[in-house]
């Protein structure tokens, strides 16, 4: 009934779906306050950058999600 090579999948749907919810409890904005969801925010120190998909942070922690999956994956 339930197949394994699924499972990240749906942690990956299930947590997509939990985390505006958690935000939301409390009471956090869950898009910004400008009410626009952008694509690339290369704005200022505004507090606007990590409520949008994607910033200057973004190349950064993809080569970190590889370079740790590379590493965690060659492991014993």
Do not use: K
């Amino acid at each position: 009934m339930f197949d394994r090579r699924f499972l990240p999948y749906w942690a990956t749907f299930i947590e997509f779906l939990c985390s505006p919810v958690i935000l939301w409890m409390m009471g956090r904005n869950v898009i910004c306050r400008c009410r626009e969801i952008r694509v690339w925010y290369s704005g200022d120190d505004s507090g606007q950058g990590p409520q949008h998909l994607m910033d200057w942070y973004t190349p950064s922690h993809l080569n970190h999600g590889f370079l740790f999956y590379g590493v965690t994956s060659s492991a014993p």
